[in-house]
């Protein structure tokens, strides 16, 4: 099952996006569940990552103090919310759901992925 990825749109330096993160028809309460991100001619990298269980969550050094990672399990849905956004943050956005065990910031720990949501930042 596929994750779907919204939000993204373009915006200027400073201002702030809400990407929304869902899974149709599935539940995932019990899977952890990240965000990352891909940069054009870049490598994917990790964001930010929320446990099923006390929700608490991760992120990168770049996004500390500027994204929040929740999640509503009601809604079966998992958010990003970034503020003041930088030049650097234009990436395609993508969530996934944590499958392995490895640290919870390698990707390759992921699954589900979805088709991304792009983001660009102007300065």
């Known amino acids: 099952v596929q994750l779907q990825a919204s939000g993204g749109g373009l915006v200027q330096a400073g201002g702030s996006l809400r990407l929304s993160c869902a899974a149709p028809?599935?539940?995932?309460?019990?899977?952890?569940m990240g965000w990352f991100r891909q940069a054009p001619g870049k490598e994917r990298d990790f964001v930010a990552a929320?446990?099923?269980?006390?929700?608490?969550?991760y992120y990168s050094d770049s996004a500390k103090g500027r994204f929040t990672i929740t999640r509503d399990m009601a809604k079966n849905t998992m958010y990003l919310q970034m503020n003041r956004l930088r030049p650097e943050d234009t990436a395609v956005y993508f969530c996934?759901?944590?499958?392995?065990?490895?640290?919870?910031?390698?990707?390759?720990?992921?699954?589900?992925w979805g088709q991304g949501t792009l983001v660009t930042v102007s300065s």
């Open positions: 996934a759901v944590r499958y392995g065990d490895s640290d919870i910031s390698n990707e390759r720990s992921y699954g589900s």
């Open positions: 028809g599935r539940t995932f309460s019990n899977y952890d």
């Open positions: 929320i446990e099923w269980g006390f929700g608490s969550p």
